[in-house]
């Protein structure tokens, strides 16, 4: 009947593995945290490639708050916000991380993919342009191309080149100009020169829009973000975010923006408007992971993230290792050839070391690399173990050629 169709499926699946790109999930038969068991295996592993920077998704208050949500308001909404679906708790978790991000108000969704996908399209038309930076993460570059405003690209990180869009939006005679950046751009950990952005945007009377998805909760004073760690809050129009990383890590996104803003993508953004409200579960995780991100007890734990972070690049670079530079704690290890990124993390695992190879697509060719992030929750010793073993199968692999 479709078998052609059901042919052209079975031949792309073959064409992915033949290239050596099929990616495999592994199954974890624990919480997450900073080591896992994962199944099959008797010992745990420690974990060096989740987004769990304050090591909050194990939490037991994170979790106490989940379960308890559960109980006070039900499993979920079975409607979208605007029908039946909007809880007091919903309100609050918009009010929390609008409050703690000092913005007058946010809108929640699904996921932070659904907050890209759904922001640009009801605020900008043909009218208008958006300044993209060529890294940004795919949920940005699909948000983009459903809006009909004119879409400019620049070099990653190229200052000259975004004044250059800049001049060109503003010479075509654009209304709104608007300006989309990643704060971290999550294959390379580099942090985006939101200073020097949001001086070119103010020159000309653009919007900045950041994506804090690698930065909320962790970078900055009190965590948060990119644009606190770049000393220019107040400067960016609009953030959007995730709860599915440092703040517990369950899931769910947000925009937070002017109050208008806000009101206007709750009339008319596509995800928000048809689409399940997050469940309450959710959100009592996510008001939870927040307020200790806030907290004292916060800075102890960014003090940890970071403290694991200087030590794992220092003792990695002593090892011999290629690193990308950096502060933050994505810590990119360059092993440049592929087979030679998956041949090394298969080997971690064996020693105990759960990390993820990247290669092209996801990284250009020739720059393969395993991705570490370091979290809160890892101890010291767990990072000297993780030094010992990368240098230990760089020697193994060395000595098999
Ligand atoms: C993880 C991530 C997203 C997607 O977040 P979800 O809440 O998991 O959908 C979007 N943008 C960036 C930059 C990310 O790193």
Redesign the pocket.
């Given at each position: 009947m479709s078998s052609r169709f059901y042919e052209y499926v079975a031949a792309e699946i073959e064409a992915i593995e033949a290239q050596g790109l099929w990616k495999p999930e592994r199954i974890i038969s624990s919480p997450q945290g900073a080591t896992v068991t994962l199944a099959g295996r008797a010992a745990t592993s420690i974990n060096l490639c989740a987004?769990n920077y304050l090591g909050l998704a194990s939490d037991q208050r994170v979790i106490d708050a989940a379960v308890n949500a559960t109980r006070r308001w039900g499993a979920g909404l079975a409607s979208v916000r605007f029908i039946c679906g909007t809880q007091e708790i919903h309100r609050e978790l918009e009010a929390s991380i609008a409050a703690y991000l000092g913005f007058e108000d946010a809108i929640i969704f699904a996921?932070?993919?659904?907050a890209?996908g759904g922001l640009f399209e009801p605020l900008l038309g043909e009218a208008d342009a958006i300044i993209s930076d060529s890294l940004n993460?795919a949920?940005?570059i699909d948000g983009i191309r459903l809006c009909k405003a004119k879409r400019l690209r620049f070099a990653t990180g190229n200052m000259e080149e975004l004044e250059q869009r800049l001049r060109e939006a503003r010479d075509d005679g654009a209304r709104t100009v608007l300006i989309a950046t990643?704060g971290?751009f999550?294959m390379d950990g580099a942090i985006a020169d939101l200073a020097a952005i949001t001086t070119l945007a103010k020159r000309y009377e653009a919007l900045v829009m950041v994506?804090d998805?690698?930065a909320t909760g962790l970078l900055g004073t009190k965590g948060r973000g990119t644009a606190a760690y770049r000393e220019v809050e107040g400067r960016v129009d609009i953030i959007?975010g995730?709860?599915?990383?440092a703040l517990g890590g369950a899931?769910?996104?947000f925009i937070a923006a002017r109050r208008d803003v806000v009101a206007l993508l709750r009339q008319r953004a596509r995800p928000y408007l048809f689409s399940n409200a997050l469940a309450p579960s959710v959100c009592g995780a996510s008001l939870a992971a927040i307020e200790i991100a806030r907290s004292d007890e916060g800075d102890i734990l960014r003090d940890r993230l970071f403290a694991n972070t200087r030590r794992f690049r220092a003792g990695m670079e002593k090892a011999g290792f290629d690193l990308l530079p950096g502060e933050h704690p994505i810590i990119p290890v360059m092993l440049h050839d592929a087979a030679r990124a998956q041949a090394f993390a298969a080997a971690l695992l064996e020693a105990g070391i759960f990390v993820t190879g990247f290669s092209f697509p996801v990284v250009p060719k020739g720059l393969a690399r395993i991705r570490t992030q370091m979290s809160a929750a890892h101890s010291p010793q767990q990072i000297d173990r993780a030094i010992e073993a990368f240098a230990l199968t760089a020697k193994q692999l060395e000595a098999a050629r």
């Open positions: 987004n996921a932070a993919f659904d890209n993460h949920s940005i990643d971290v999550s994506d998805c690698h959007t995730t709860f599915g990383k899931m769910g996104g």
